[in-house]
């Protein structure tokens, strides 16, 4: 773990969550960062999301800090924008920032009143914490329903020396991100500005988060900063500059798939590979579609070979294709063929959908060329019982 350089983290337990562990967690950066966001396209919004639009607009996307907590997604309340604003306002006050370049994020119930006073009673002991050893502890104080603490890093070499990238996401269930997922923060020591960063987030994110479904719900609070406060001393030169994004999305990927992988309830990761539609844009639609199937996520829970699943799910795609031209693999093993059934042996498939690891591909004959992968995890009664009982 080689972490950027002019990055410090805290985490503390402010009292925000009934279970007694940290659940407030800062980030700092010691040279103001250029940054880049995303943020969900669910028409109910946390309060955190408006205000993070709002100082990223406000501070012309400079970044000093990110407070973000879990236990409580502070939406569809009363205080909410208060709790938001007061809060940023206060971390401001005691790490000498303007106040539009503090963003805060949220996660957690949705619906309950936030009391601002235990993070601003929490934040003296939060800042004190700051420390750039810290990064494991922020992003454990994030979770909520993750089983695991979710981080990625890379290096990438430039003639003029090394510049480094880290991130930290959260999330396993309310995961189908119409931008990003749940809560996501990435940040390098590259000097970039703000308007390289915006160009390669959002080629980023399409190719990661975007790829990414639990249980076809998007959260309220989603949420994704990708920071560059250029503390390495390196600026990449322009050929180079594919090479950093590289770095930064093969973080996003990693982090994306940890999230599938940690699906609630789930115990099998799964990926979808749709190839010859007619755009990139139309195979990642069939791939959605396959992921968010509930019918498709129970026959791969019960190893069930059951193909016809994937082609239905793809027929509820909106994506115009032929089905008589339609080839689907299941664990490498040809189940249709021209959209009928295709020999194999159901023992020894079911067999192998039993693996912690399971591999769809769903292929149009004929001459497009659009693609798209998309990962996503099975559907257990484990996600039953963890939803049914979350708030209490």
């Known amino acids: 773990m080689n972490l950027p350089l002019g990055y410090a983290y805290s985490a503390v337990y402010a009292g925000i969550r009934q279970a007694e562990r940290d659940d407030l967690a800062l980030i700092v950066t010691g040279l103001d960062a250029s940054a880049a966001a995303v943020f969900t396209r669910n028409r109910v919004q946390a309060a955190p999301v408006g205000l993070c639009r709002r100082h990223l607009a406000l501070s012309k996307g400079r970044v000093g800090a990110i407070l973000m907590n879990a236990g409580n997604a502070n939406c569809a309340t009363r205080t909410g924008d208060a709790v938001a604003l007061d809060t940023a306002r206060a971390t401001a006050k005691i790490l000498k920032l303007p106040v539009a370049q503090v963003l805060t994020a949220s996660t957690g119930v949705i619906g309950v ?53 880290a991130g930290m996401t959260k999330g396993s269930g309310m995961i189908q991100p119409n931008m990003a997922t749940t809560l996501g923060f990435v940040m390098t020591d590259a000097e970039l500005p703000a308007a390289a960063l915006r160009v390669i987030l959002k080629r980023a994110v399409e190719a990661s988060y975007h790829r990414l479904s639990v249980d076809g ?21 322009a050929k180079e500059l594919a090479r950093v994004e590289e770095k930064i999305t093969g973080v996003m990927e990693h982090l994306a798939q940890a999230i599938a992988r940690d699906g609630e309830g789930a115990k099998k990761f799964v990926t979808i590979e749709v190839s010859g539609a007619p755009s990139d844009d139309a195979a990642a639609r069939l791939a959605r579609a396959i992921a968010n199937s509930p019918l498709v996520k129970t026959a791969i829970a019960g190893s069930d070979p059951n193909w016809g699943r994937v082609l239905s799910a793809a027929g509820n795609a909106g994506v115009v ?18 959209g009928l ?8 498939l079911k067999q ?11 292929s149009l004959r004929g001459k497009a060329k659009g693609e798209a992968r998309f990962w996503t995890c099975d559907l257990t009664h484990g996600y039953i019982h963890i939803n049914a009982s979350y708030r209490t």
């Open 321 to 338: 294709f032929d089905p008589g031209k339609t080839d689907i693999w299941m664990q490498g093993v040809a189940v249709c063929r021209g």
């Open 113 to 165: 009143e936030m009391d601002g006073a235990k993070i601003m009673a929490a934040l003296p002991r939060l800042v004190e914490g700051l420390s750039p050893a810290r990064f494991e502890d922020a992003a454990r104080a994030i979770m909520t329903t993750d089983l695991v603490s979710k981080t990625a890093f890379a290096e990438a070499h430039l003639r003029r020396g090394s510049v480094r990238v």
């Open 352 to 362: 192998k959908l039993d693996a912690p690891e399971c591999h769809i591909r769903f």
């Open 217 to 237: 719900d998007t959260s309220t609070n989603d949420t994704l900063v990708l920071l560059a406060n250029g503390a390495s001393g390196v600026r990449p030169e």
């Open 341 to 348: 059934a295709a020999p194999f042996s159901e023992a020894e």
